[in-house]
């Protein structure tokens, strides 16, 4: 399987609502708050933008309003086509300005998520990650602990969204992990400083238990100061870039 990704920044957004359905203009009207209001715009821009690019349609207002993103009862995002069901599944995340939607074919279950690299406290690590994920990120040389926490930390938002729970159950009932090529789960230590160090914007493996019995495979991809992960079922090869239409 393959996973499709997109990303957009909030200068990439038209000005102009003409591309937002009638239904979807009225829940824009209800946000009144500014930096709600564009990061809610912002992810409609990137989700209609890559549904429209994986299902090759023109991205065009009128094409546009003809797809909706309309939350499900769990409050994961489902594709709707002319009022019907889109054969797709996705994934959003937002994060300083920057969204990413992550697509699959229908039937298949992904999860998407930026963070930015930034310090989190001992409190935090120790109230959000299990045992296992404490201990491989007291391996890792201070310089990458943050960037490690933070790869892990997106990788457990992943697997949440790809189970549609989201953080409504405990996170550490998901155990993130960094592999090596052959999917088998590595020490964060050497490995991993050296994936960092590389500077390389190539996606790498993870994977994600859920409560003992299901297994979620991934990748991560830390550049600048930005982590992306993305988990799916079944296992997909690495994230691929939706070549981008002439911007606005």
């Not at 957004?13 to 709600?36: H, N, Y």
Request: hydrophobic share 40%; net charge negative.
């Amino acid at each position: 399987m393959e996973i499709y990704w997109l990303e957009q920044l909030i200068p990439d957004v038209p000005l102009s609502d003409e591309w937002l359905s009638s239904s979807e203009q009225l829940i824009l009207a209800g946000l009144k708050v500014p930096k709600r209001r564009a990061d809610w715009r912002l992810g409609r821009w990137t989700a209609k933008r890559a549904v429209a690019e994986y299902l090759a349609l023109l991205c065009v207002p009128k094409q546009l309003m003809a797809i909706e993103i309309r939350p499900a009862a769990t409050g994961a995002p489902e594709v709707f086509l002319d009022q019907q069901p889109a054969n797709v599944s996705i994934s959003l995340s937002h994060r300083a300005g920057t969204a990413a939607c992550a697509i699959v074919p229908s039937g298949s279950v992904v999860g998407c998520d930026l963070e930015l690299v930034e310090p989190r406290a001992d409190e935090f690590i120790s109230d959000y990650f299990t045992a296992t994920e404490q201990k491989c990120i007291a391996h890792v040389s201070p310089e990458q602990r943050d960037r490690l926490v933070t790869i892990l930390w997106s990788a457990k938002e992943s697997a949440l969204k790809a189970l549609r729970t989201g953080l409504r159950v405990d996170t550490r009932s998901v155990v993130a992990a960094i592999n090596d090529s052959s999917g088998h789960m590595v020490q964060c230590d050497e490995t991993f400083g050296t994936l960092c160090a590389s500077g390389s914007s190539d996606w790498y493996p993870l994977s994600v238990r859920y409560e003992e019995s299901q297994v979620l495979s991934g990748w991560w991809q830390c550049t600048s100061k930005l982590a992306r992960t993305a988990v799916s079922a079944p296992p997909a090869s690495p994230p691929i870039p939706l070549s981008t239409l002439a911007r606005r």
